[in-house]
């Protein structure tokens, strides 16, 4: 039978509605497969409306009866909604569904998460709770009640009374359907206040399953320090009485901006120094902060319609990158966040998914919550802040939040901001918000008479639908340093908007060099003819951190480029400088960490792939292997003491200071481990006393293929919490060696605590497989196939987490024809499944094309 074909949206085909919805009030009878819901919503018609059709969205719902002012109606339903004749006066709209969460395994609208009643609305799952207009732009305050037996039941806002199997709920702030969300189970809460600049009470929970209390306490620290945090640097206050954090086990994403009431995937907000990682430490107080900053960069000022998803996401990324710089360190954030934005958005921006921050067409939204959306969207809006400088930035911010408070807003209304506070014409500037593509940047240089001239020249390659791409503002932050490695200029923002262009410096002594891009001033890749010898200057001398690390970065790529092209041996020059720069005790433990990081396996594939080769990933993997050997004996004398003088003592604390330690201790016990037949991450195994140290060495002894007892031992002690046994699933086939990974995940997969449903777990194993570069890729093709028979499975349970997991097969294209051929063959089978949802069948359909 042939499929429907999907219907596609466009940016262009914009109409609002043709009503105003002047309140909305839900009643909930909760009981898990058959709750049913009454709506009580008052329309008023708009005067000036072109279109003025009654639609409604509605999917997965029964309808038990609709009224309009108290008289049974028959509207007109289909599977995606119902149409009805409505009067052309304000009116009141009831209607009664049902549905079943108990039922509902994809995780959107009103679903069951461990006897847990819970909600997840973004981007349209509210159209599966009631027949609503669900799309952003309609905005309205909502009136909550539940009933039920649950012990606790809450709604956004603030309460406004309960009793004995019932609650009430007001939002006073209109907000779109989106936002709702409703919790009901078995909680306890984590209480906590915070008082605003103006003096006004707030009271705070993080609401968790008995027994989760005593995970609770970083969270709230990390959201009172965010709520401080707004008001300081952007004069934004809280505005309810209430702030409800909950943490739910089975959830799609990280966590959901709701109004008043944020739910989140318990990984991103549980956390305790002898369950969670240094680096789980940091992701939750970035995403509480994220989902707190949403309150004015999303929910009082929202979005116009799903294409200008970026116009809260990406500056919402950019105020946490913000906020995460201001309590830990901006150099190191700056490089994490330049290491993630290389690995997921460069991945996607230069194969078949490609879109531009601003997509204009979509068939499934929830496959755009991409790294472009986000992570190229908070990029953009720092280029943004780069050009305007500082002063501008805060001043354009304070514009948009007088100007367009409760409002949904577009991409233009944004930058128009911008150009009215600045006095500056963004026209060239906002095709970094419609064009798709990594633009190249080519460098050349030349010195004469005491000029230096720096000439760039951009082009992006053309990307799905866009052949053609016009020249972008980019700004280019650039030093100049002399041969002895004083800083002869300071740092200055060149502004590239021309498809060529040169800039002096005058009264040059001698040729400088170069530090350009600094910051990582513009998301571009930069391509500079330049030795080996200049780049380990400049990372021994940049005065800038992020351009240190990066010389350090290109040195690692270009030995390992090498090692697998020619079969060199790892480049004795780099492996000097990296064990000077290691040794020197001046440095900060956690930049050193970062520049011991080696590039990752699909970095340097992605690296040949833009030089016109062909990766090898077992190549790939044997050259990492050998250079991380050789640079482990290489630094073989200081090991011990370096082991010893990076070993933090006393009471474990996520800061970023004992972070950025153990984080080079780790890296020096994986290269000890090398050495040392485990011997010491055996020690230290067996010493721990708080996860960071206890993952670092399992981890060592895993790669080391020495770690059974104490995996045996990690099994047994952690057996009973889930967020550690997603660690303990996905080190299994993070460390297995390429010929065994496939079979290690599916082990895995007949495990008694494999859960498929569990979109954490899910993850844990295949998330790990995709990231297993040379496992996945292994010319057996087994983990493709492993990969494709999961996500068939899934698929029929949960399309959206199926839909996102199908990005692992993006990048298909740049192997040989072998593997070429396995993948599509893969790819083909999922894409015929039969019944494949509407979210699989579109991004698998993209990235074959
Ligand atoms: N707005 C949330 C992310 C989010 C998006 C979609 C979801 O379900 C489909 C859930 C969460 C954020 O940016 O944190
Ligand atoms: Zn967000």
Redesign the pocket.
């Known amino acids: 039978m042939a499929k429907d074909t999907p219907q596609t949206f466009y940016l262009k085909e914009y109409t609002p509605f043709g009503y105003d919805v002047e309140s909305v009030h839900l009643t909930f009878r909760l009981t898990p497969e058959t709750t049913r819901v009454l709506s009580k919503i008052r329309f008023a018609p708009k005067a000036d409306a072109a279109d003025k059709t009654f639609f409604l969205h509605g999917e997965d719902l029964q309808l038990i009866s609709a009224k309009i002012d108290g008289q049974d109606v028959a509207p007109e339903a289909t599977d995606k909604g119902l149409t009805c004749n409505v009067p052309s006066a304000p009116f009141t709209w009831e209607a009664e569904v049902e549905i079943n969460p108990a039922g509902n395994t994809a995780l959107?609208g009103l679903y069951m998460s461990n006897r847990m009643y819970c909600t997840?609305c973004?981007?349209e799952?509210f159209r599966k709770i009631t027949y609503y207009p669900d799309r952003p732009d309609v905005m309205s305050t909502f009136t909550v009640r539940i009933e039920g037996d649950e012990p606790v039941m809450l709604s956004n806002g603030n309460p406004v009374g309960q009793g004995e199997g019932w609650a009430e709920w007001h939002d006073p702030w209109p907000k779109p359907a989106y936002l709702f969300a409703l919790v009901a189970g078995d909680l306890v809460n984590y209480p906590g206040a915070f008082t605003t600049r103006s003096g006004k009470e707030v009271e705070l929970n993080i609401w968790v399953r008995p027994g989760d209390e005593d995970k609770c306490a970083f969270g709230m620290e990390a959201l009172k320090k965010s709520m401080k945090w707004d008001e300081d640097v952007y004069g934004l206050e809280y505005d309810l009485d209430l702030f409800n954090i909950v943490a739910v086990d089975d959830?799609?994403?990280?966590?959901?901006?709701n109004k008043g009431l944020n739910i989140f995937n318990s990984s991103c907000v549980l956390a305790s120094p002898e369950t969670s990682t240094d680096a789980n430490f940091e992701r939750i107080e970035a995403?509480i902060a994220?989902?707190y900053f949403?309150n004015w960069t999303?929910n009082r000022i929202t979005c116009r319609d799903w294409f200008q998803l970026c116009l809260k996401?990406g500056l919402?990324v950019f105020r946490d990158a913000q906020f995460t710089a201001d309590m830990r360190s901006e150099p190191v954030k700056r490089i994490e966040d330049v290491i993630t934005l290389r690995a997921r958005q460069f991945p996607e921006d230069n194969g078949p998914l490609a879109h531009p921050p601003r997509p204009e067409q979509f068939q499934e939204i929830?496959n755009f919550?991409t790294a472009t959306v986000?992570e190229k969207g908070a990029e953009v809006i720092g280029m943004l802040k780069r050009l305007v400088g500082d002063e501008n930035y805060y001043k354009a911010l304070k514009l948009y939040f007088a100007r367009h408070d409760g409002q949904a807003c577009t991409i233009e209304d944004w930058l128009k901001v911008f150009e009215d506070a600045t006095g500056r014409d963004l026209q060239q500037f906002k095709l970094w918000y419609s064009q798709a593509g990594t633009p190249r940047v080519k460098v050349s240089e030349d010195f004469a008479d005491g000029t230096y001239t720096l000439t760039f020249e951009q082009s992006t390659p053309p990307t799905p639908g866009q052949p053609d791409k016009a020249p972008r503002v980019i700004p280019m932050a650039v030093g100049l340093l002399s041969p002895n490695g004083s800083e002869v200029r300071p740092t200055e923002v060149l502004e590239l908007t021309g498809a060529k262009q040169s800039f002096t410096f005058d009264g040059l002594a001698s040729k400088p060099v170069p530090s350009i891009l600094r910051e990582f001033s513009a998301p571009v890749i930069l391509e500079r003819e330049t030795t080996n010898a200049e780049r380990a200057f400049l990372l021994a001398h940049d005065t800038d951190p992020f351009n240190r690390w990066e010389a350090g970065n290109a040195l690692a790529k270009e030995t390992r480029v090498a090692m697998v092209l020619d079969g060199a041996a790892p480049d004795a020059a780099y492996l000097d400088a990296l064990e000077k720069l290691v040794r020197d005790d001046n440095q900060d433990p956690a930049f050193r960490a970062l520049v011991l990081t080696p590039p990752s396996q699909a970095d340097i594939a992605q690296t040949l792939h833009e030089r016109g080769f062909t990766p090898d990933p077992q190549k790939i993997y044997d050259a990492a292997e050998t250079f991380t050997q050789t640079l482990a004996q290489q630094l073989e004398t200081s090991l011990p003491r370096l082991y010893a003088a990076t070993t933090v003592d006393g009471a474990y604390a996520p800061d970023a200071k004992g972070s950025g330690k153990r984080a080079l201790n780790g890296r020096i016990l994986s290269l000890l481990t090398r050495l040392d037949g485990g011997e010491q991450a055996v020690r230290q195994y067996a010493a721990a006393d708080n996860m960071t140290q206890q993952y670092a060495a399992l981890a060592a002894l895993m790669k080391a293929e020495k770690g059974d007892a104490q995996s045996q031992a990690f099994f047994d002690q952690w057996q009973d919490d889930r967020l550690v046994m997603d660690k303990w699933f996905a080190l299994q086939v993070a460390c297995s060696a390429p010929q065994k990974t496939a079979a290690t995940a599916a082990a895995l997969t007949k495990h008694a605590l494999f859960d498929i449903k569990n979109p954490n777990r899910f993850r844990a194993v295949f998330g790990a497989l995709a990231g297993n570069h040379a496992g996945f890729h292994h010319a057996s093709g087994e983990a493709y196939a492993l990969l494709a028979d999961n996500l068939i499975a899934l698929d029929k349970l949960n399309p959206?987490t199926t839909a996102r997991m199908c990005a692992a097969f993006q990048t298909w294209k740049r192997y040989g024809t072998d593997r070429k051929a396995l993948l599509r063959a893969q790819m083909s089978r999922i894409a015929g499944a039969p019944g494949l949802s509407r979210d699989t069948n579109e991004m698998i359909t993209r990235i074959l094309d």
């Open positions: 959107e997840q973004e981007a799952g959830f799609n994403m990280g966590a959901m901006e995403i994220h989902e949403h999303g996401e919402t929830n919550y986000y959206q």
